[in-house]
């Protein structure tokens, strides 16, 4: 049961478009949101987060939006830089409670120049 | 920034044969290790979670007599996959957590590939 879901398994931008990457959860008690990048052979690096009581964090390029109701949220890069091409993972927690990561599949970025 | 290690980077083994997986925190006092797996183009499942000095916690359908963990100081965890099959074969990453309490963020190592043949 995939509590948190990336529908897309990869995305191709050009260099200098917006990226936009998507992110859905079914768990209601979620209430802290992460977005995560990996390179190939590394471990995933956090980029940004957000509280549920937000909706909307931004930090330079990137900036992440978050639509309670719809249990959705997404993630936009502009303008995307080839250096952004990565494996991008959605995750969530509850906090206050076990505060495990649930992650999503992740979605494959590619920025071609 | 908090770095976190793993030893070694990929493994390759014999079916039967017991591995050793390390992961260290370098900069900082880890109260709380976590253990991923990963399968190809799958998510990140956790599997564990361990606290210094105490027993880890094993997720649902983990078995806890095959994946032995052990997080003897602030700095290191290890998971041992005992009797590894083939089907062990994955992406194991360790994340490191500082703090208690409220959500702190976690750490991630590089990961570590291993191969079961």
């Known amino acids: 049961d995939q509590q948190v879901k990336q529908n897309s398994p990869s995305l191709s931008v050009q260099e200098g478009r917006i990226s936009i990457l998507n992110c859905d959860y079914t768990n209601s008690m979620f209430d802290y949101f992460l977005w995560y990048k990996k390179y190939p052979a590394e471990g995933p690096t956090f980029l940004i987060s957000?509280?549920?009581?937000?909706d909307k964090n931004e930090d330079g390029r990137f900036t992440v939006f978050l639509n309670k109701s719809a249990k959705h949220l997404s993630l936009h890069i502009v303008p995307s830089q080839p250096g952004d091409s990565a494996v991008y993972f959605c995750a969530a927690l509850t906090q206050g409670g076990s505060e495990k990561l649930v992650f999503g599949k992740g979605t494959k970025l590619t920025v071609n120049p | 920034g908090a770095v976190v290690s793993q030893h070694p980077s990929r493994v390759i083994c014999k079916s039967g044969t017991s591995v050793k997986i390390e992961c260290r925190s370098l900069?900082?006092?880890?109260?709380?290790m976590f253990w991923y797996r990963q399968f190809p183009k799958q998510s990140l499942m956790l599997m564990a979670t361990s606290n210094e000095g105490s027993k880890a916690t094993y997720e649902q359908g983990v078995e806890k007599d095959k994946f032995l963990i052990n997080h003897a100081s602030l700095t290191l965890s290890t998971l041992t996959v005992t009797s590894a099959h083939p089907e062990d074969s994955s992406f194991y990453i360790c994340?490191?957590?500082?703090?208690?309490?409220?959500?702190?963020?976690?750490?991630f190592g590089p990961g570590t590939r291993l191969t079961v043949l």
């Open positions: 994340s490191a957590r500082q703090g208690l309490g409220s959500y702190n963020e976690q750490f």
């Open positions: 900069d900082f006092q880890a109260t709380t």
């Open positions: 957000i509280s549920s009581i937000k």
